[in-house]
């Protein structure tokens, strides 16, 4: 009985341990700069929006198409890789945010990039 109890503490102190361990493909964690999060106002038609999941994936509309993708943060700069977008027609919405390739966090500011390294757009942290 007593071995038992020593596994499972054991087993729960390795796991929690892990789960401590364990990152995010952002910076982790508390700090203000941590991408992981919603950007943009998901519910209003025609606006950008991204949402950057703590394993890496990234979901969003340019306001027309959707986007999704992966995405990786490397100190302060965050890269975008394998966007896929739809390709709608839509008149009247400025979709600069099917160009993103980069991006820096700075409290709640997301500022987006291109391949050039040109500011193309700023997202507001909304979750």
Known sequence: MQRRILATTVLLAAAAALTACAG???SGGSDSNDPVGTWGDTKAAGEPSLVLTSDGKLSGTD?????SGAWTDDDDTITFDNVASTM???EDVDTWLS???T???SGDTL???NT???EIGT???SE
């Open 111 to 113: 500022t987006v990039y």
């Open 63 to 67: 306001g027309c198409n959707q986007l």
């Open 103 to 105: 991006g820096t966090v």
């Open 123 to 125: 997202l507001e942290r």
């Open 99 to 101: 160009k993103l390739s």
């Open 24 to 26: 995010n493909a952002g």
């Open 88 to 90: 709608m027609a839509c």
């Open 116 to 118: 050039r390294g040109k």
